[in-house]
């Protein structure tokens, strides 16, 4: 099963953090830093990327790998 990547506040910082994983990954300054990781490590992973605005609830989900629900079009 694949796990996703979820870029989240982490204090007044934004973090990376791997879904089920227990501590976050890397911690940034900025949302678009924390952001550009979580999408080479999602792309990598080929999983999901999930971006969480500063009150912790989900904004974003972009699809790093197999979308097995593409967009029409």
Do not use: Y
């Not at 080479?40 to 790998?65: F, M, P, W, Y």
């Amino acid at each position: 099963m694949k796990r996703n990547v979820h870029v989240l506040p982490h204090g007044e910082q934004w973090a990376t953090k791997l879904e089920g994983a227990r501590r976050v990954g890397r911690v940034f300054w900025t949302q678009a830093e924390a952001i550009a990781q979580g999408r080479k490590q999602a792309k990598r992973l080929r999983c999901e990327l999930v971006i969480h605005n500063a009150a912790g609830a989900i904004r974003d989900a972009d699809s790093e790998g197999n979308d097995p629900f593409p967009p029409a079009g």
